[in-house]
């Protein structure tokens, strides 16, 4: 079993939508989660960044991590073409410069 | 300012060959890591350097990886005696030592046939 879990997809929703992307995750130890979204062949780009459990909301993005379910989403309102990418959560156990376990990534369409 | 940049942006290779490639970091990033993303995954920890040395080298898979840093700024990532396996994109993301977020290249497509 994968450390952390990611819903492959892929998703595909009009234009306007409110898109959910989840990922679960087996080790206790992840403190710090993170959503980064990926372009085809491009590298990933950092997103939202969380420290524990609560919400973090930027624009149109929001993040939630629950840790007594080990259970993080991110929530996408108004959703846009241009937001048509790869969605990759990713954590940490600590702080600062730490490898980072990624999920397998959900690939979303935005159709216009 | 620039990016991180790595070099090739592709390479074939046959079977048993020897390839290098190259991470150009941030100015200033003190912090170096190496991951490999397969097609419809998402990318796995390899290495990572604080400055010249391999702070944790945890995800390399074989001895026939292996990383340098010598002067705490450009990587290569070398691997020997390559397999059809390790056909992937190899990415390279640096950071500053304190900071959370870590930023990535476009990475090196490999292709061993």
Not at chain 1, 4 to 21: C, H, K, M, T, Y
Not at chain 1, 24 to 41: E, H, I, L, V
Not at chain 1, 78 to 99: F, I, R
Request: proline content about 5%; some cysteine; charged content about 20%.
């Amino acid at each position: 079993q994968k450390e952390v879990e990611q819903d492959p997809g892929p998703l595909s929703v009009p234009e306007g939508a409110i898109v959910s992307l989840n990922c679960t995750y087996s080790n206790s130890a992840f403190q710090y989660f993170m959503w980064y979204r990926q372009y085809s062949r491009k590298g990933p780009e950092l997103l939202m960044y969380t420290y524990s459990s609560g919400n973090k909301e930027d624009g149109r993005f929001t993040a939630q991590v629950d840790k007594s379910s080990k259970y993080i989403s991110l929530f996408i309102r108004d959703s846009q073409p241009s937001d048509s990418a790869t969605y990759l959560c990713a954590m940490s156990e600590g702080q600062g410069a730490q490898k980072l376990v990624f999920g397998q990534g959900t690939r979303l369409t935005i159709n216009p | 300012g620039a990016g991180v940049s790595q070099t090739p942006s592709n390479k074939v290779t046959e079977k048993g060959k020897y390839v290098e490639l190259r991470c150009d970091p941030i100015s200033g990033h003190t912090a170096l890591y190496w991951y490999r993303q397969s097609l419809g995954q998402g990318p796995e920890f390899l290495i990572y350097f604080q400055g010249t040395g391999a702070a944790d080298d945890s995800g390399l898979p074989n001895d026939r990886f292996f990383a340098v840093r010598p002067e705490g700024s450009v990587s290569t990532l070398k691997i020997q005696r390559t397999e059809r396996g390790d056909s992937a994109v190899y990415l390279c993301a640096s950071s500053s030592l304190l900071a959370d977020e870590q930023f990535f290249g476009p990475g090196t497509r490999l292709t061993v046939l």
